[in-house]
């Protein structure tokens, strides 16, 4: 089931990305540093003490 619906999510976001809404594209770009990198992935540190290292995120880098 898991697989499944995870599938569907990601066709669903190729194709809102396709369709090229706003909220698919980056914005900015990210820093270079780690806390940096924090502070744009997290910006209101909703996710403070949360390990992001190696984690798997929706999106992919250009």
Do not use: C, S
């Not at 403070?48 to 999106?59: F, H, I, P, Y």
């Amino acid at each position: 089931m898991k697989d499944r619906i995870a599938e569907h999510n990601k066709e669903m976001w190729e194709r809102l990305a396709k369709a090229a809404m706003n909220y698919t594209r980056p914005f900015g770009r990210p820093p270079k540093t780690r806390a940096g990198m924090r502070r744009f992935m997290d910006p209101r540190g909703r996710l403070k003490g949360v390990r992001l290292a190696g984690a798997r995120v929706l999106g992919q880098p250009n």
